[in-house]
């Protein structure tokens, strides 16, 4: 991964940005989006929406939004100015007016620049990163890379903003860029105070990984959950899917207990709400938001804390947030060119019924469960308490590692890991699942189960440890269990 680096003043304003305390987390996750070119907001569960601008057209899209945990949301569009056209970021307030729009910090030296190629917004609504494709002297090559500025106070025309080359579809993590390379791999800026304006970068997981490239990564702020958008080396986007899995201790690390998101036809744009109880994402049925995976059900297709909701059939590029709905019918601010208060499409689609607030919570599991059990009690079912945060669906499964299941000869369905740059990960075998849904915060019993091919070999299970994992939307735990 080449860069090319470019520091400028943005760096001598950049701990004092970004040193601020995180912004608050509001108490009901919303979805910036775009459809018909311009930018909408909605409630997760769709009930409530907003249309905030009007001047988006097919040749001048408003495009990218990411919407910080207070609200704050950034759009970009290009307009014309005198001598030519830029791309300008406008800032909208959590109610849905328009506080700001600041032409984007371009390099001198582009004469044809086309972007943003992906965009967000880091955790405290502050550092914004966009990726760019520009034409150098005569369009004789093609550059392309991320950018940084800020999402409320840069300069009139800045030029030569900081950045990294053959750096794609930037994330943050917290206040650390993540970004993809041109083979496909995925790296993460290190945890120094000067990020994100630093040229360091850590090795993530390499690509391809089963002729699978890594176009983008979103890291859940509460919780270890991470999504990994994929493409095929040999079909390119013409075969894509988004993972989820789960991140063991700091980024860069190990991602283990992946599954598939239901996505139908091409999927990207994931996002996780910033209190990890929600994840959304586009695909070919439009903008969707369910309840973020119980990453401890171990099934190959993601198990849903709540089921997807079709937000907009003819959205796209969804950004989970927290602005504020019930200003929403109030807010009387103007956007670029055009008045706020449109009246928005009729198409939800989808689930019907109540809002995704049933998805769980993400306060600590507290898991009651022995360190030894015996082969006469698994047979029967291992029943355990779980004391849980909120009400909602619980999952559990239980793993041996999967040299342990070839002898053993389960043949079941592995756990996969992705390990990071030098890991040697071992992925595991799911031999018990469980499972019960919550009415309420508090005790719940969840009794493990085998599975079929399990029961069939535990007479050779004596001596075998278990790791027993339970989930419940974001929060996650898990013990070892002794087979006796």
Same mark, same amino acid.
């Given at each position: ?33 775009i ?5 909408? !907001?909605?409630?997760?569960?769709? &009930? ?16 990218? #939004? ?10 970009v569009?290009?307009?014309? !100015? ?22 984007? #910090?371009?390099?001198?030296?582009a ?10 917004m ?11 494709s ?12 991320? $950018? ?23 994330? !943050? ?10 083979g ?12 994100? !304006?630093?040229? %360091? ?11 699978v490239? $890594? ?5 859940a ?30 980024i #860069? ?6 599954? %598939? ?22 695909d ?33 590029? #969804? ?11 109030a807010?009387?601010?103007? &956007? ?11 198409a ?22 022995? &360190? ?12 355990f ?26 043949r ?10 030098g ?46 994992q ?15």
């Amino acid at each position: 991964m080449s860069h090319r680096t470019r520091l400028t003043a943005l760096a001598l304003v950049a701990t004092a940005a970004c040193a601020a305390a995180p912004s608050a987390v509001a108490a009901t996750p919303t979805v910036a989006y775009i459809d018909g070119n311009d930018l909408w !907001f909605a409630s997760a569960d769709g &009930t409530q929406k907003r249309q905030l601008t009007t001047t988006g057209t097919a040749e001048r899209p408003f495009q990218v #939004p990411s919407q910080g945990p207070d609200g704050a949301t950034v759009v970009v569009k290009r307009e014309d !100015f005198e001598g030519g056209s830029r791309p300008v970021l406008y800032r909208y307030r959590a109610d849905g007016t328009m506080q700001t729009g600041n032409v984007m #910090p371009v390099y001198s030296g582009a004469t044809a620049p086309v972007y943003p190629i992906g965009l967000d917004m880091d955790w405290q609504s502050n550092a914004v990163a966009y990726g760019y494709s520009y034409c150098g002297f005569a369009c004789r090559s093609v550059y392309r890379g991320y $950018w940084l500025t800020f999402s409320d106070n840069q300069g009139a025309f800045p030029t030569n903003p900081q950045g990294q080359s053959d750096a794609f579809f930037p994330t !943050f993590y917290g206040k650390r860029v993540i970004s993809s390379d041109s083979g496909g791999s995925l790296f993460v800026q290190p945890d120094v105070a000067e990020a994100p !304006f630093t040229n %360091s970068y850590q090795g993530w997981i390499s690509g391809p990984d089963n002729n699978v490239n $890594w176009r983008r990564a979103e890291v859940a702020a509460t919780g270890q959950q991470v999504a990994l958008e994929w493409y095929s080396r040999t079909s390119g986007d013409t075969a894509n899917g988004i993972y989820v899995g789960q991140h063991t201790g700091a980024i #860069p690390g190990n991602v283990q207990n992946i599954c %598939s998101l239901p996505t139908v036809g091409a999927a990207s744009n994931v996002t996780f709400s910033y209190d990890g109880t929600l994840v959304a994402w586009q695909d070919g049925e439009g903008v969707k938001v369910a309840g973020a995976p119980n990453l401890a059900a171990g099934t190959p297709t993601c198990t849903l804390s709540a089921p997807a909701r079709i937000i907009s059939a003819t959205g796209k590029a #969804p950004h989970l947030g927290g602005a504020d709905p019930a200003a929403w019918a109030a807010a009387t601010g103007g &956007t670029p060119g055009g008045s706020n208060g449109g009246t928005g499409s009729s198409a939800t689609g989808g689930i019907q019924g109540g809002s995704t607030q049933g998805a769980a919570g993400t306060g600590a599991l507290q898991l009651k469960l022995p &360190t030894r059990t015996t082969r006469a009690a698994l047979r029967k079912g291992l029943t355990f308490t779980v004391t849980v945060p909120a009400a909602g669906r619980v999952d559990a499964s239980a793993t041996v590692p999967s040299s342990i299941a070839r002898r053993l000869h389960l043949r079941g369905a592995d756990l996969r890991v992705l390990a990071a740059s030098g890991s040697k990960a071992k992925a595991g075998t799911v031999v018990a699942r469980g499972r019960s849904t919550a009415k309420a915060a508090g005790p719940l019993k969840v009794t493990l189960r085998l599975t079929a091919k399990a029961r069939h070999q535990l007479s050779r299970m004596r001596g075998v440890t278990l790791r027993v994992q339970v989930s419940q939307g974001a929060a996650t735990t898990e013990r070892l269990v002794k087979v006796g």
